[in-house]
């Protein structure tokens, strides 16, 4: 049975009780590393069975949990991909590139909840009010807008910038 990336946020989600990102890396084994990354802001490797979450110790805390919560959608969907290998920012946050839509599908539910999302919409918030109330990207917003019309809710639909998490 193939599940989508955002199931899988869903799924991990409710065997660990937490949207955490930290909390989830700990819990399924990735370790999480704050180091000066340059212009980066995040990657994603598995070394001879260790798998590695760097973030930048330069990001705020918003930020840092965006990324972890991407990098973790990586080890949780794409660890055959990244093995001896690095995953980093000059590959990442591109919408066009499957894994790297993927990881964002998966940070977006990992990161919003149906309810929080719902009710916000309910009450007439625009994605960018969304974004600021739930302390995240307005571009996360969108892709889990998107599922959620998916999954049948009718709701607005709203763009998105395809450049979210790169260097400025």
């Not at 370790?31 to 598995?46: A, H, N, Q, R, W």
């Not at 979450?53 to 972890?68: F, H």
């Not at 959608?73 to 919408?95: C, I, P, W």
Request: charged share 30%.
């Amino acid at each position: 049975m193939v599940h989508t990336a955002a199931e899988d946020a869903a799924r991990l989600v409710g065997k660990y009780g937490t949207r955490d990102p930290f909390e989830l890396a700990a819990e399924t084994g990735a370790e999480v590393i704050f180091t000066d990354l340059g212009s980066l802001k995040g990657m994603y490797t598995y070394i001879q069975h260790n798998r590695f979450i760097v973030i930048s110790n330069a990001l705020d805390e918003a930020t840092a949990r965006i990324v972890c919560a991407h990098e973790l959608g990586h080890d949780q969907l794409h660890r055959a991909l990244v093995k001896d290998s690095f995953l980093q920012e000059t590959m990442l946050y591109n919408m066009k590139n499957r894994t790297e839509y993927e990881a964002n599908v998966f940070a977006a539910e990992l990161l919003l909840s149906d309810e929080d999302i719902l009710r916000n919409a309910e009450e007439g918030m625009d994605i960018d009010t969304i974004a600021a109330v739930t302390e995240t990207d307005v571009n996360l917003v969108a892709l889990k807008l998107a599922d959620l019309r998916r999954r049948g809710y009718e709701l607005n639909w709203f763009d998105y910038r395809a450049d979210f998490l790169k260097s400025r």
